[in-house]
C-alpha cells in the first residue's frame, strides 16, 4: 500500500457500510444496531460510498481510520467465567481455550460501539 494515495474511512463509516451493503440491513436497523440516528447513518454511508468509489476508481488505498485495532484484534469472552481478552496481532494460531480457566466455550465479542 506504500506510495498509494488514501481515502480514509472511520470505524464507524465502516461498520454502517458493512451493515448495510454487506449484511444487508436497512438504514433503520443499521442505526438501531449502531445506537444512532438515521440520518447518522445516511451521512456514514454517504461517505463510505463515496470513499470505496474514489479507491476503486483511482486506485487508492482506503485507509480505516482507529480501524488497525478492530481488525488486528479479535476480542473472545469466555462463556464459563466470563474473561474477555483480546488476540494479539503476532498470534500465530487462534486461542482454543480460556487463557483464565482453560473451557473450550469460547465465542468472538463483537464489540458494541460504547464499547471503543
Ligand atoms: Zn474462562
Known amino acids: ?24 440491513l436497512n438504514q433503520e436497523d443499521v442505526a438501531q444496531e449502531m445506537n444512532v440516528s438515521r ?17 476503486l476508481v483511482y486506485g487508492k488505498a482506503i485507509k480505516i481510520e482507529g480501524g488497525d485495532y478492530l481488525v488486528a484484534h479479535p476480542r473472545f469472552v469466555c462463556q464459563q467465567c ?23 466455550a469460547i465465542r468472538r465479542h463483537f464489540r458494541s460501539r460504547a464499547e471503543f
Not at 13 to 20: H, K, P, T, W
Not at 40 to 48: I, N
Request: aromatic share 4%; net charge negative.
Open 1 to 24: 500500500m506504500r506510495g498509494l494515495e488514501q481515502v480514509v474511512i472511520s470505524v464507524d463509516e465502516l461498520e454502517a457500510l458493512r451493515l448495510s451493503d454487506y449484511v444487508g
Open 82 to 104: 466470563q474473561h474477555t481478552w483480546d488476540e494479539p496481532t503476532d498470534a500465530t494460531t487462534t486461542t482454543r481455550t480460556c487463557p483464565q480457566c482453560h473451557s473450550s
Open 39 to 55: 440520518p447518522t447513518v445516511t451521512r456514514m454511508l454517504a461517505k463510505a460510498h463515496k470513499a470505496v468509489a474514489e479507491a
